[in-house]
């Protein structure tokens, strides 16, 4: 990552969930913040990027309100996660650019098997359930439709779709993917990874 960041010329970094395998964190103050992040991300072009944090199914295993206070902690500054649905604009060059940086796993649930040697690891989502409607998907719309950048992106850690073992996700085809279209956004994800 050092790298690459340092032939784009990086501006910041987007993590899309799973920032601690296997189960998260417990607490703002846990050694992992340093030990297997700010530690391991720390060449020239990466110790001054600000990284912008959302959760994935493993951080949810842990405790997702302690990577959202340790954005009020980091003695780097670059830990920025204020809230597990936000907003972040950036301009360079005059060009525009909206983040919105979702929380799959609120909107889509998780499957409770964590071990990927367990029958049942790569089993689908549950699908959307519409008695139970998410408040969140409103503000997801929202967003997108209070966007004025040149180029709008969603950013969450379930895909959409994916050819990998996990699988497309139905709650983001069903309700995500007809958004994106309606807004011209483009998507980016993290979960499936081999």
Known sequence: MGKIGTQIKASFVL???DNFYNTGVTSDTSSRFTN?????????????LPWYILAGNHDHEGNV????????????????FPDEFYTKSFTEDGISVDVIMID?????GTNAVQDI??????DALPSPNAAAPNANWQWIEDQLAASKADYLFVGGHYPVY???????TQTLITNLQPLLQKYNAHYLSGHDHW
């Open 162 to 168: 994916s050819v990998c073992q996990h699988g497309p």
């Open 65 to 80: 309100t302690a990577q959202i206070e340790y954005s009020k902690i980091d003695p780097t500054k670059r830990w920025n």
């Open 117 to 122: 040697a367990v029958e049942g690891y790569f």
């Open 36 to 48: 297997t992040w700010s530690s391991i991300y720390n060449t020239d072009s990466m110790k001054t």
């Open 104 to 108: 799959t796993v609120d909107l889509c």
């Open 15 to 17: 993590a899309l969930g």
